[in-house]
């Protein structure tokens, strides 16, 4: 997903601040140490040792048994934040990770907002990289102040103490206590005006590979995710919206669902209905018997309208987003002109856990149970259509089983609200598969234009990129959409590269009837480096050079992008010759601050199908934290960008999306997974995100590998088998 980087707008604050303004120390409930980060964008409540409930932005608390807690502000999708961001703690504290227990968050985006961001969410590939250095500092402190309690206590100077896992030790004299002993009085001491964060040599746990602290528990299945919560009393709801997009409820047979064993109430808003029964299976019984009718709506709606509207709109008026040089003039004089049109589906989240989510409502307020990366913006939704004020909207996140984006959104946990205002029980709604597709916040679909200027050696010394699509930015962050431009859209429009003259523009298409569209793993540059990436290999042949030397002298003004594609290179003998039928590709991207490379070999059989055999890449993501962990999220994400590079789109048929289940929406099996190398640069620089740039990058890689294989440059999304025989529709998928 794109997320607006606000770093640079409330980095001029950070900078003013002391140790002594950002980090605050206090009684814990229980007469424990507690630091809270407070910053201005962390406005951390004052520590009472009355409040129990006291709940600041991000904090340490350690208790009178020495257990140290860590509020993570970042929820868990599977990314591995309870496990990386404790390490940054325990760096500075001088505990080892596994000593400290984690906690979620509440919702509050005063208190917990992401610095990166400006307010309370998970996604951009921001958790290290925004936490990286409030954590440390925040174990810095707490280690400072433990050390200082421990000297009054034995009248020795701080100096000749030091800390060491759990403990501090007077070497003097070879006494220790533990951080347990020390709490409550470190906790009465001044904090610290200036505490020095560790030498990065003097690491012990940063850069350290770590196994995942919730493996355990979700390989043997004790994880509890959203659509496993149950409370005494609950209700199961499966809804329906319409299938036609913005179509209406005509009829229904409410008299036969209501016959059904152990269906309890149908209930009814706006163009929504839903079956509430016992369990799941008498709910989908219920809904069958049903039977809605729907009608109107975009009901002779299709793909190709979707494209013949982008069309239009490219060939129309544009938003500039960058313009440097003079474009005209610079086509005017070259050697030749090159111009190609892209196109990329609309692509769903496919997530394998459903919109889930769980409401009860009640005089004293709503309670609701669900998995969501934007906590506090479920709760004032909620809030918004229950009446409640946000306060009285608890919410309760889980583990979620698949996110990519999709529950950036707040949707599902409306309706279940609003499900759960018709009833006085607990009920817990859960979306079928076919709903869940049906009503994705898919990835836009995009049409692009390219063009460019090749000098009489074949180097660009013009270029220009338009771009036509939805805008995300326009509906989910509305002050993000200044001037008619979408910078999600154009994010990665020119690439890594720094052409003389360049022009990047956007054109706004949004889908007819209110199809919605919105954040997916990456999103404009998963599309972009495709679209990019692919016309450089373009321009490579025009000029007739290799794509990594080609690429290699566009990018001689960027040291850290020249690094990962040569580090790439190396490490997949790039140049060394492919059998016939086999091909090699490269990308190169910039996405969130991480530089990646990537090279993907393909093998394209006698009927047209592309099997992925490797992937090598080379990330820069600055210092890397947990190394497995980074690994496994650069892995996941090639997996996941590559399913929709081969074989993914959401297509319209009357007004219906056609692919509804994972029989005509594959996902790579595991049979067929690539080999997959990833190399990390050593590098001192600030941790940027590894969430994302991995699925960002696979497509161009991919796409070029196949057009190196088949002799014949694909311009359009997926590049599988029905990419390449275009007489071919899509079918459902058969394991072949």
């Known amino acids: 997903m794109y997320m607006k980087d606000f770093s640079s707008e409330v980095s001029s604050v950070d900078t003013r601040l002391s140790r002594r303004s950002f980090l605050r120390a206090g009684v814990a409930a229980g007469g424990g140490l ?72 509440p919702p509050d985006d005063k208190l917990y907002a992401n610095p990166k961001l400006g307010f309370q969410a998970t996604g951009g590939s921001t958790s290290i990289a925004a936490f990286y250095e409030p954590f440390r ?87 509890q995710y959203s659509i496993d919560f149950i409370i005494p009393g609950m209700k199961i709801a499966v809804a329906q919206a319409s299938p036609i997009i913005g179509g209406k409820l005509v009829g229904m047979d409410e008299r036969a669902a209501l016959t059904v064993s152990a269906v309890r109430k149908v209930v009814r808003f706006d163009d929504t209905v839903a079956v509430i029964a016992d369990h799941t299976g008498a709910a989908r019984k219920g809904l069958a018997a049903l039977n809605p009718k729907w009608e109107g709506g975009a009901a002779t709606y299709s793909t190709a309208d979707l494209v013949g509207d982008l069309d239009k709109a490219i060939a129309g008026n544009a938003v500039v987003a960058t313009n440097e040089g003079d474009v005209k003039n610079a086509v005017s004089i070259a050697a030749k002109t090159l111009e190609a049109r892209y196109e990329a589906p609309l692509l769903a989240h496919a997530t394998m856990e459903p919109m889930t989510c769980a409401a009860r409502i009640t005089a004293d307020g709503c309670d609701i149970w669900v998995g969501t990366q934007v906590i506090a913006r479920v709760q004032s939704a909620v809030a918004a ?7 009285k909207v608890r919410v309760h996140n889980f583990l979620m089983g698949g996110a990519f984006g999709r529950r950036l959104e707040t949707d599902y946990a409306v309706q279940a609200a609003m499900i759960a205002r018709q009833v006085d029980f607990p009920v817990k709604v859960i979306w079928t598969r076919e709903e869940d597709f049906r009503h994705d916040a898919f990835r836009p679909h995009y049409v692009d234009k390219l063009s460019a200027g090749p ?55 949004e889908p007819r009837a209110g199809m919605m569209t919105g954040w997916w793993r990456g999103v404009g540059v998963t599309h972009n480096s495709f679209t990019v990436e692919s016309f450089v290999d373009e321009m490579a042949a025009a000029a007739g050079k290799d794509p990594v030397d080609f690429r290699r002298l566009l990018l001689a003004q960027s040291p850290r992008a020249k690094a990962v594609l040569d580090l790439a290179a190396e490490k997949a003998g790039w140049g060394t010759p492919m059998p016939a039928g ?46 497995d962990g980074a690994k496994a999220q650069i892995e996941g994400g090639i997996i996941f960008g590559a399913s929709a590079a081969l074989y993914n789109a959401i297509d319209i048929e009357k007004g219906r999306i056609v692919q509804t289940n994972f029989d005509t929406y594959r996902v790579m099996r595991i049979d067929e997974a690539p080999t997959i190398e990833v190399y990390f640069v050593d590098s001192d620089q600030p941790p940027t995100g590894t969430g994302e740039p991995g699925t960002a990058a696979i497509a161009g890689a991919i796409g070029n590998a196949v057009s190196a294989a088949i002799g014949k440059r694909l311009r359009k999304l997926p590049v599988g088998r029905g990419a390449i025989n275009a007489s071919e529709s899509r079918q459902p998928y058969q394991r072949l």
Request: proline share 5%.
């Open 34 to 105: 507690l630091i809270s980060i407070n910053a201005p964008m962390f406005r951390a409540a004052a520590a009472d040792a009355s409040a129990a409930n006291f709940a600041p932005s991000a904090f340490i608390r350690i208790d009178k048994t020495g257990h140290v807690t860590a509020v993570i502000p970042q929820v868990e999708i599977g990314q591995g934040v309870y496990t990386s961001m404790p390490m940054l703690i325990a760096e500075e504290l001088e505990v080892e990770p596994s000593q400290i227990l984690v906690e979620h968050a």
């Open 137 to 223: 500092q925040a174990g810095a402190v707490a280690r400072a102040m433990l050390i200082a309690a421990a000297a009054e206590t034995w009248g020795v100077d701080a100096s000749g103490c030091r800390a060491e896992n759990g403990t501090v030790i007077h070497d003097a004299s070879n006494r220790s206590l533990t951080y347990g002993d020390l709490a409550a009085k470190a906790a009465a001491l001044p904090v610290p005006d200036k505490v020095a964060l560790k030498d990065p040599k003097d690491f012990r746990i940063i850069g350290r590979s770590l196994k995942r602290r919730d493996s355990v528990d979700k390989t043997t299945g004790r994880t």
């Open 385 to 391: 259509v229950t009446g409640f004020p946000a306060e």
């Open 455 to 509: 000098d009489a050696n074949g180097i660009p010394t013009a270029f220009s990129h338009r771009v036509a699509a939805s805008s995300v930015m326009a509906r989910w962050a509305p002050a993000w959409f200044v001037n008619g431009l979408d910078p999600d859209a154009v994010d990665g429009a020119a690439g890594p590269y720094k052409f003389r003259n360049q022009l990047i523009e956007y054109s706004r298409s």
């Open 582 to 627: 086999r091909g090699r590709g490269i990308s190169v991207i910039l996405l969130f601050g991480t530089y990646v490379a990537q090279v993907a070999e393909v093998s394209v059989d006698a009927r047209g199908d592309v099997r992925l055999d490797r992937v090598v890449c080379a990330v820069d993501c600055g210092r890397v934290v947990n190394p």
